[in-house]
């Protein structure tokens, strides 16, 4: 366990006070994630790592901590959190978007243990608890992964750690991805273009040169580039319609659904029991709308 | 068979309904359902006041729904009349979650038991909540795939009620609990609407529903139809036995392994009580001389078991391992993983009743943390039996007693608190996988303030602004918050 560089208690406190209980606030990040609200007074959550526990595989930073700090950070224990690099740790958990490891790793979502949060009050609040199995009151930690800051404003979280694999290789190959999927052993990632699949094995080198043999998959230097300009989610089970999409115009994330796309996908249409629903938590948790203003919490995509 | 104690829970909000009320409920009822499919017999009434905990209550009647339809029509009635109404899978819930409150509607969901699609390509099933865990595995066996949680009640406990407990099991510690398998549900809102929450596709947009859904002990909704994760079946497997002389020894093991970088797809313990309770039970030939027995299984591709494995071994010689045996087939797992899923029958050779603990501790405090509850079990006079998941620190100490002895309920009651208390203040959780219910619903101050308390209200009332679906369970009532000595009427903790 790494001195402390920060008290997150102390810093929860601070927080607290700077968020206030009047008034429209937005919080701000690195801005890698589509940057914080304009026109409105904005707040930096505390930045820092209290502590890793490598045995617990458990870390608990400031939600202001860059992803990347917490990754070199974790590296030194040869683990790794399921978040995606890049801006800040709150800034991923409130967009809640999983990275290309998600088939392996799992979702971003179930990263996150405890929280600390600023409420709409100024109060603060803790939602969850330190351990990986915990069912001690309803699940806010759910709650506040992907709510866009709209409910409450994260101040610290503990993590649950992952060990990174003894070895890891991306690999490519001309064959259908789903006959892959069938075949290959919880691989981490398998992402298709229309033409070609790229697999992310991990695990024991020999287990990973054994199932590239037996699939027939050449080494590869690493992921196909994403396109960036729209992110799709679909049913897995949907993906196959993209055969007749132009091959180079999405990379898609089979077994998951997530698709990389150069264009837009239509929207649907929200639920009305869960359009109601979203209301209701947004009216419950911040009554008044004080928090993030004008970002929708029920953001349709697929 | 094992008689347990049974108390009546009566700090109930909801009033027991007017006789006349309950029969025009019933008649209500009979209308939107087939009337075979709604009872209000004393003796069907008595089969449901209770789950597998220590708790009771009192229904008004018994809904056996069959359809969402179903369910949604009960929901309407209960709001039309006003009463409270209480989903109920296999009723193997430990905390009292499923117990009714004086006067509610149980709506059974035992008859939506199908499997309703398996797509093997993506690794998904659709079911109905009455579907038990176990049988999602048997019969997806065949496509190499099966549903990761495993409660130790799963050859009976159903998938909706793991949803609603979002109950963990041996396997929860490589795969995770419930919630990390479930990717959508459809329920009926407490208000009688029908909606979907989550999604086959990865991100649905908005507030993660399906997330906050998993967990909320029927407070939420009942749910009609789930679609869970399957996972792939491992390609090889290997199960180990490894004891110890000192319950330390092992348990400091635990830790060493996964600070080590590996986690096994389980790590059980057992302490030497249990042992020979278990040994005498199914004679499997366990160490029943030694303190401490830990069951670890590795699973994955060989290379990997076998690293692993050859590890793991070096790794507990540094902690004075005793015998190491390694299971030869599958005939010696399974006799291995029955010797620990057997521990609950075993105990009844020891004493006619017992209290079956639930918290979470941080894996490095296990061995001073079971320390603390020899003594406590030492200082109250009680038997302790340790067998637990100790992979995820979560312990389940049980406290086997003769009833009929005077004085012994207090004792029992005295130490489960001590217990409770003793993890909590390690850096623990109240509850692992039984959720917390009726049964820790007043000791949530212990882990929670109120201010944190009030969020999960907020939350609460989003979906239940009625209060109806199975209330007074989980969050302790305002005039109980801050006082933790305030344990309800008859409650066991």
């Known amino acids: 366990m790494p001195a402390a560089s920060i008290n997150l208690d102390e810093a929860a406190k601070a927080f607290a006070d700077e968020v206030g209980s009047e008034g429209e606030v937005a919080v701000r990040g690195l801005g890698t994630r589509g940057g914080s609200v304009e026109g409105v007074r904005t707040v930096l959550a505390p930045q820092g790592i209290e502590w890793v526990q490598a045995a617990e595989m458990t870390v608990r930073c400031g939600a202001a901590t860059p992803v990347d700090d917490v990754d070199a950070e ?192 239509s929207r649907s249409r929200p639920d009305a029991a869960v359009a109601d629903l979203t209301r209701r938590i947004k009216s419950e948790f911040d009554p008044v709308g004080r928090f993030n203003p004008g970002v929708a919490a029920l953001r349709f995509s697929g | 068979m094992i008689s347990r104690l049974r108390r009546d829970f009566s700090a109930l909000r909801y009033q027991k309904p007017d006789a006349n009320v309950v029969v025009d409920l019933v008649e209500r009822l009979r209308s939107v359902l087939r009337p075979d499919q709604v009872r209000d017999s004393d003796s069907e009434i008595r089969l449901y006041r209770r789950d597998a905990s220590n708790l009771s209550g009192r229904a008004a009647v018994v809904c056996f729904v069959e359809s969402t339809d179903d369910v949604q029509a009960v929901i309407r009635v209960a709001n039309e009349f006003a009463v409270p109404f209480v989903a109920r899978g296999s009723g193997t819930g430990l905390a009292g979650g499923a117990v009714p409150p004086e006067g509610a509607i149980v709506i059974s969901t035992t008859k939506m038991n199908r499997i309703l699609s398996v797509d093997p390509v993506n690794r998904l099933a659709w079911v109905e909540p009455g579907v038990l865990n176990l049988d999602l595995s048997n019969q997806t066996k065949h496509l190499g795939v099966h549903f990761a949680p495993d409660p130790s009640s799963q050859q009976t406990c ?243 007693y003769d009833a009929s002895e005077p004085g012994v309920t207090e004792r029992v009651h005295a130490a489960g608190n001590e217990i409770v208390r003793v993890s909590v203040e390690a850096g623990g959780v109240l509850s692992g996988e039984h959720g917390i219910g009726l049964e820790k619903r007043d000791l949530m101050p212990l882990m929670f303030s109120e201010v944190d308390l009030a969020a999960q209200a907020d939350l609460r009332r989003a979906f239940d602004p009625a209060l109806l679906s199975n209330p007074d369970k989980v969050l302790p009532s305002p005039a109980t918050c801050g006082d933790v000595q305030s344990i309800p009427d008859g409650a066991w903790i």
């Open chain 2, 158 to 400: 159903s998938i909706g009620g793991n949803v609603a407990n979002n109950s963990g099991g041996p396997h929860c510690l490589a795969d995770g609990v419930t919630s990390a398998h479930i990717h959508a549900v459809e329920v009926v809102l407490p208000n009688g609407s029908v909606s979907v929450l989550g999604g086959e596709d990865p991100e649905p947009g908005g507030y993660d529903l399906r997330g906050v859904f998993v967990g909320s002990e029927g407070m939420f909704g009942v749910a009609t139809k789930i679609c869970v994760k399957l996972t792939q079946n491992p390609p090889d497997v290997a199960t180990l036995l490894l004891d110890f002389s000192t319950v330390a020894d092992g348990a400091q093991l635990v830790s060493d392994i996964i600070a080590d970088g590996i986690i096994p797809a389980a790590v059980e313990m057992m302490d030497q009580l249990c042992l020979q309770a278990v040994e005498e039970y199914i004679h499997a030939g366990l160490p029943v001389d030694q303190a401490a027995a830990l069951l670890v299984e590795v699973v994955g591709l060989s290379s990997g078991v076998a690293s692993d494995v050859a590890r793991i071994l070096e790794l507990a010689e540094r902690r004075n391992v005793g015998g190491v045996r390694v299971a030869a087939d599958e005939d010696e797992r399974a006799l291995l993983w029955k010797g620990r899923k057997s521990a609950f029958g075993a105990i009844a050779r020891i004493k006619p009743n017992y209290y079956l603990h639930d918290t979470v501790v941080p894996r490095h405090r296990l061995p001073d943390v079971l320390e603390q509850i020899y003594e406590i079990a030492d200082r109250h006079e009680l038997i302790v039996l340790n067998v637990f998941h100790a992979g995820d620190g979560n312990l389940h100490p049980l406290l086997v």
């Open chain 1, 74 to 265: 974790l590296e030194q224990y040869g683990q790794c959190v399921a978040v995606p690099s890049g801006g800040t740790i709150g800034g991923a958990l409130a967009v809640g978007r999983s990275g290309i490891r998600r088939l392996g790793h799992g979702p971003i979502r179930d990263s996150l243990l405890q929280a600390y949060f600023i409420s709409a009050k100024g109060e603060v609040v803790k939602a969850g608890g330190p351990t990986v199995k915990n069912v001690s009151g309803f699940d806010l930690c759910r709650l506040l992964v992907g709510s866009r800051g709209t409910l409450g404003f994260l101040s610290d979280v503990i993590l649950r750690t992952r060990p990174r694999g003894d070895s890891e290789q991306w690999f490519v190959s001309e064959r259908d991805p789903w006959e892959l999927l069938s075949e290959l052993y919880r691989p981490t990632s398998l992402l298709w273009d229309g033409r070609s699949s790229w697999v992310l094995l991990e695990g024991h080198a020999d287990d990973i040169r054994a199932q590239a043999h037996s699939s027939q998959l050449e080494e590869a230097s690493g992921p196909p580039k994403l396109p960036t300009e729209a992110r799709w989610s679909v049913a897995p089970s949907e993906l196959p319609s993209l055969r007749v999409a132009a091959p180079g115009t999405f990379v898609a994330e089979i077994g998951v659904g997530i698709v990389h796309h150069s264009h837009e996908a």
